[in-house]
């Protein structure tokens, strides 16, 4: 019997990857037969927890598009045309071809009159495999740079489920990564904490969930209410808590070593079986539906913006331009954004975490323009035309196009989920069957707020997060910047490492870098390092809850500088942060203590790094 379970969040840093690795050891004990797939494979961390022994490495490889082959290359132009992904350029009669742009789907090579285009095997990223006791573990990583790859990587660790209990260590967020990863699971469970943060991405998780048609069932992690919010969400959309994990700084420090609470402590160990159980009673109950998403699929908006130019495109005359990132969510980079902006009081804001943004709940910007996001295309396939010849599915490279039944005739369907928009169904199929309709993937919006103007967005339900839409809107907030003659600006860039991170980052004058002195935190710190050096970005680091792992904390400080980064500072563990949330302020602004002290000599610090080459 095949049972499998999605362990997600809205964002990264609820305790995710802490629940999935604790449920999985107390089913191990329990004698059943339990398989751990990481698919976060931007940053995997599950096997920092469950430490297993790898047996098996791969190179994940894609036959993709390397170079145009010139003596056969005519310079007509076709392949570039073909290409949804902005992968080929024709410049002076040459085409290039860039190859982290490209989502091989093999357009160039259909277009192609003269079989030009090369291909060479492409590694995506690295699949390991071992156990950790008697529990079967795979986990991925994806590749520096090829975070258009992230979907196909996953899907390469799902083809590892089996039979008995399948837990699936999600990507957090709502977007594709997410979408890949959840849309074939029998439960979803939601790990989200009672902060405005945490309350804000369970609602966004769970629109994904029931735009999949999944009803998911919501697990409260460092369960301390200070008001009923979170509870009387749940209740009004019908929605079930099946468990709670106290909020207890033991937990916190155990996690920070790299060990699991079930082994450590025996009454934890006792509130993870009670869990378990839930879980496996929810995954085995009929699921339906309690309230569906609609949302609208075609643009309506002539307006709608699309294709946007790269952000360094349009950046004011002699501004300077601070991104804040981590690795993963959950390391306090929004609120330190959020102290950051009361500290300077007149600076152009950019929220680019656009899967799951928070930072206008704490500086609740007034929304001056809006407008509709496309980012890309959908095909559909007209059963009346179709006449079942199965080019569209042989040409498919992201298992879009399904074999459906109609009127007990075989016929051909696109499932929206899964289609990248590349058109080769269009371009392969000979009855004129298939059509690309322009979607809405999410809405940008120009606001101001009391520490200057903001450009932020929302990525739609279940949408892909190729990184145009944060392109968009650091494109807005430097026309704000140039508008109200404003020098600095900063960007609450996206966690992780795949393309909406990359999008945040490139084009910037110095990536700030918030970690935690944790085991997880030190191998997202080492992953981002990789990005921004790939880019040859100056950096910084700066240590959160720098007091819970005095060692891992020093570690992170010589790891700043193997790498070549400032070593900006640390910050102890403070719930000042989630009580500010709570009043809707920065930190800075909730009450004068040592610890914003702290942050204003930090702040210090980064402004004249950024500054530090512009005189």
């Known amino acids: 019997m095949q049972t499998t379970i999605a362990i997600s969040s809205g964002k990264g840093g609820t305790g995710k990857t802490f629940i999935a690795t604790n449920i999985a050891r107390v089913l191990e004990k329990s004698g059943r037969a339990v398989r751990y797939l990481d698919c976060d494979v931007e940053e995997p961390n599950g096997h920092l927890f469950l430490k297993p022994a790898i047996d098996k490495r791969e190179d994940v490889m894609l036959l993709s598009p390397h170079e145009v082959d010139e003596t056969k290359c005519d310079a007509c132009g076709e392949c570039v045309k073909a290409c949804q992904y ?208 609609l949302k609208p699929q075609v643009k309506s908006n002539p307006g709608t913006e699309k294709n946007p130019k790269t952000a360094t495109e349009s950046n004011p005359a002699n501004g300077r331009e601070l991104v804040v990132i981590s690795g993963k969510g959950g390391t306090g980079k929004t609120s330190l954004v959020a102290a950051f902006c009361a500290l300077e009081k007149n600076i152009a804001i950019s929220d680019c975490d656009v899967d799951a943004a928070d930072l206008h709940l704490v500086l609740n910007p007034e929304i001056l323009e809006k407008g509709d996001f496309s980012g890309g295309k959908i095909a559909s396939i007209d059963p009346e035309k179709c006449t079942s010849c199965g080019a569209c599915l042989e040409a498919c490279r992201f298992d879009a196009v399904r074999e459906m039944e109609i009127n007990d005739a075989t016929t051909y369907g696109v499932e929206a989920v899964s289609c990248e928009g590349c ?86 004058d110095y990536a700030l870098v918030v970690t935690e002195p944790t085991v997880s935190g030190v191998h997202d710190l080492k992953r981002i390092l990789d990005v921004i050096r790939f880019f040859k970005i100056k950096s910084g680091i700066i240590v959160n809850k ?41 930190v800075i602004e909730y009450a004068h203590s040592p610890l914003t002290e ?11 790094r950024v500054f530090q080459d512009n005189g």
């Open 423 to 508: 058109a080769v169904c269009r371009l392969v199929c000979r009855f004129d069957a298939v059509t690309l309709k322009t979607v809405v993937n999410g809405e940008w919006f120009s606001s101001q707020t009391r520490f200057g103007p903001m450009s932020h967005a929302k990525l739609g339900i279940a949408e892909e997060n190729s990184g145009k839409l944060v392109t968009l809107i650091r494109n807005k907030k430097n026309e704000m910047a140039s508008r109200h003659g404003l020098q600095l600006s900063i960007i609450d860039g996206s966690p992780g490492t795949g393309c909406p991170v990359i999008a945040s980052v490139v084009g910037s």
């Open 86 to 293: 902005s992968a080929l350029a024709l410049i002076k009669k040459s085409v290039l071809v860039f190859k982290n742009l490209c989502h091989a789907c093999g357009a160039c090579s259909i277009v192609c009159p003269h079989n030009a285009i090369i291909k060479k095997e492409r590694k995506i990223g690295e699949m390991l495999s071992g156990n950790s006791g008697s529990i079967d573990f795979h986990y991925a990583l994806l590749e520096t740079g090829e975070g258009g790859m992230t979907p196909r990587l996953i899907k390469k660790v799902k083809g590892y489920i089996g039979d008995g209990i399948n837990i699936l260590d999600s990507p957090p967020g709502t977007s594709c990564p997410v979408v890949e990863t959840v849309k074939d699971a029998g439960l979803c469970v939601l790990v989200t904490d009672p902060t405005p943060f945490g309350i804000n991405d369970l609602k966004l998780a769970v629109d994904m969930c029931r735009e999949l048609g999944k009803e998911p069932a919501i697990l409260v992690n460092r369960a301390e209410y200070s008001d009923n919010s979170l509870k009387n969400y749940c209740r009004d959309k019908g929605l079930k808590i099946i468990g709670e994990i106290p909020d207890e700084r033991r937990i916190a420090e155990c996690y920070s070593t790299g060990d699991l609470v079930v082994d450590r402590f025996p009454d934890l160990n006792d509130v993870f079986m009670k869990l378990a159980d839930n879980i496996l009673k929810e995954a085995m109950s009929e699921r339906v539906v309690k309230q569906k998403i």
């Open 546 to 586: 720098a007091d819970l792992n005095s060692g891992k904390t020093a570690e992170i400080r010589e790891i700043a500088g193997q790498s070549g980064s400032d070593f900006i500072g640390e910050i102890p563990f403070d719930k000042s942060f989630t009580r500010a949330q709570m009043e809707k302020l920065s």
């Open 598 to 608: 702290k942050i204003t000599a930090i702040w210090q610090i980064v402004r004249e």
